[in-house]
């Protein structure tokens, strides 16, 4: 709940009011509305079939829709940010959905302590905690953030990680501990102390100091939930386990889609709204758990409805694996709505060779898209926001909606015609997902990929991509350039130190490929960077690359590029190939001759 807190603000409900507050909203209120209905159905028959110890009130019926509404944000944001679908048209509204359950947690942790209240007094008892938890609120929210930023400004400047770590224990504890004191519970003090960190300066560096204690404790909340589990009832229930897992997952799964597809979505994306959110939520079991505790839950339904819970989601992870299998089988229109998407990118990419595929256009995609226009270079860009897509599209850049992480998209803009493929953004496991398909289907098409750090070079180069380009790296030698110049170094040795610095990082910058324009009287005699692609007559063809004896002629080699496309770094034992492209470095002469000893026949 401290963590929900910390993400909740303002302007991202704003920009996200219709999918949370319509779609989030409606499902959560239509699910607890179809559990209040089922209990009056599959309950009360299963206790007049077993006894009167499995009657459930309308009470605990309450508590049992609030805990079914939730789903598991911390599972399906997982395997969405793995299949980079967080910013499709699906992965939006189900982000919507979650960011409302999320918020919907906070009232139900309210009413469910007011539900254990006799039947006269319920009205009174739910006003009187609404009452509490409004004024509660109003007191922390109005003056607590000026508290708070004064304390951890107090704090910070001790200059202590660990002091800070504690006070912020502190604060959360003793929020909690007054929320549990007014009549309230533990969960909603430490959601106020989350949103009153999220209005201070410190809100980023929190987020990273309790990141690896938020996975740790998030382990052993699910230990718990498995401690409260008796597997001797459910296998006794187990009917009613198989029961309680099947009709919520299939139901809330009809719930959401229809909801999706009544607020705009297409039919495909209806469907995978639907199997994303069809599981239980770990705050499910906190409804449950308090419920339980205020006695609103029999013990008796506690273990099959836990174990249902749990079993939803482990399937999960299946079922968003096998999403696009259930979706094409369900809905014919989605493959036709794919198919017409991909047909639009074929459409612009069909008249264009020797392209430059952008994948992703934000601003680094955006940059090299205007420098590529002056020297007339044609690029097509796929990026999947669809609001950059309709203004860039508008303004008559050629970008168009696709992922560029699936191979149907980058055969639709024309990856076996291209000339390159770069990568713009930085997302590691997108760019290998990229790097495999380029090698597998276009293997002579370079690719460069853009990271933040030099932490992934090695194992992206691996993958096959041409040149690497860490932020990092660049920013640091900019800053490097801009202070010696500063401080005197005259400017011509900056520009030779940072050069320097570059050919040390990138292969490709280890001199310059020759042009006919650059036969000028200073550049003649520079050295060079040469391609020499060895043919299936070459004598050097099964030997090493020491056994050439290049560097006796005054040449070294850069980079090998095998002929499946992927680049390696020079080694003495490299066995040579027929079409094994050699990136050799040296003057003009000497190039030659290493050139023509290669060739040989």
């Known amino acids: 709940m401290f963590v929900i807190g910390l993400e909740f603000n303002l302007p991202k409900l704003r920009s996200m009011r219709t999918l949370v507050f319509g779609l989030g909203l409606s499902q959560v209120v239509l699910t607890m509305a179809g559990t209040l209905l089922g209990h009056l159905l599959l309950v009360s028959a299963y206790a007049g079939v077993f006894g009167e110890a499995w009657r459930m009130d309308w009470q605990g019926a309450v508590v049992l829709g609030g805990a079914i509404a939730m789903s598991s944000t911390a599972i399906v944001v997982k395997l969405m940010a793995e299949r980079l679908e967080l910013e499709s048209e699906h992965g939006r509204r189900v982000m919507g959905v979650l960011l409302f359950q999320d918020l919907a947690v906070v009232p139900l942790l309210v009413l469910i302590p007011a539900l254990g209240s006799s039947g006269e007094d319920l009205a009174i008892a739910m006003g009187l905690a609404a009452l509490k938890a409004a004024v509660l609120l109003t007191l922390l929210l109005v003056g607590g953030q000026r508290v708070m930023r004064w304390w ?7 200059k202590s990680e660990e002091l800070f770590m504690l006070n912020l224990l502190l604060v959360t504890l003793g929020l909690a501990y007054l929320t549990e004191h007014a009549g309230l519970s533990l969960a909603l003090g430490a959601f106020v102390a989350g949103m009153l960190v999220a209005e201070t300066e410190y809100k980023h560096q929190v987020e990273t100091d ?34 309680l897992t099947t009709l919520p997952l299939v139901a809330k799964f009809v719930l959401v889609a229809a909801l999706a597809r009544g607020f705009g979505a297409a039919p495909g994306v209806a469907l995978r709204t639907g199997l994303y959110l069809a599981q239980a939520g770990e705050f499910g079991f906190v409804l449950l758990t308090l419920g339980a505790d205020r006695g609103l839950v029999s013990p008796e339904w506690m ?16 079922i968003v694996m096998y999403s696009n299998r259930i979706v094409n089988r369900l809905s014919a229109n989605d493959w036709l709505m794919q198919s017409v998407a991909l047909t639009s990118i074929a459409k612009k990419a069909i008249a264009t060779e020797g392209h430059v595929i952008i994948c992703g256009y934000g601003r680094s995609g955006q940059n090299l898209a205007r420098l590529l226009t002056p020297e007339r270079i044609p690029y097509m860009a796929l990026d999947l926001d669809p609001d950059r897509v309709r203004q860039a599209a508008a303004a008559g850049q050629s970008v168009v909606y696709g992922d560029a992480a699936r191979l149907p998209s980058l055969m639709a803009a024309g990856l076996a015609r291209a000339a390159a493929v770069v990568v713009s953004y930085h997302d590691t496991p997108s760019a290998l997902k990229i790097l495999d398909l380029v090698r597998a289907h276009a293997p002579k098409v370079p690719v460069i990929v853009r990271t933040i750090d030099d932490v992934d070079i090695e194992r992206l180069r691996a993958a096959g991509a041409t040149e690497v380009v860490p932020e990092a790296i660049e920013g640091s030698l900019m800053l490097a350039s801009h202070a010696l110049a500063l401080v005197g170094v005259p400017m011509k040795r900056v520009i030779r130190i940072t050069r320097d610095a570059r050919d040390a990082r990138y292969t490709l910058l280890r001199g310059y490929f020759h042009g006919a324009d650059d036969d000028t009287a200073g550049e003649i005699d520079q050295a060079r960077l040469q391609s020499v692609t060895l043919p299936e007559a070459a004598r050097c063809l099964g030997q090493t690359l020491d056994a050439q004896a290049l560097h006796a002629v005054g040449v070294s080699v850069v980079s090998v590029r095998r002929a499946s496309g992927g680049v390696v770094p020079p080694s003495p034992e490299h066995l040579l190939a027929a079409g094994d492209t050699l990136v050799l470095s040296g003057h003009p002469e000497p190039l030659a001759l290493a050139e023509e000893k290669l060739l040989r026949g």
């Open 210 to 243: 309790i990141r690896p204690f938020h996975d740790v404790l998030l382990g052993l909340f699910f230990i718990t939930i498995g401690m409260k589990l008796d597997w001797r009832p459910v296998l006794d229930q187990w009917f009613l386990v198989l029961l």
């Open 303 to 318: 273990s099959p409805i836990l174990a249902s819970m749990v079993l939803s989601m482990l399937a999960t992870p299946f």
């Open 152 to 158: 951890l400004t107090l704090v910070a400047r001790r």
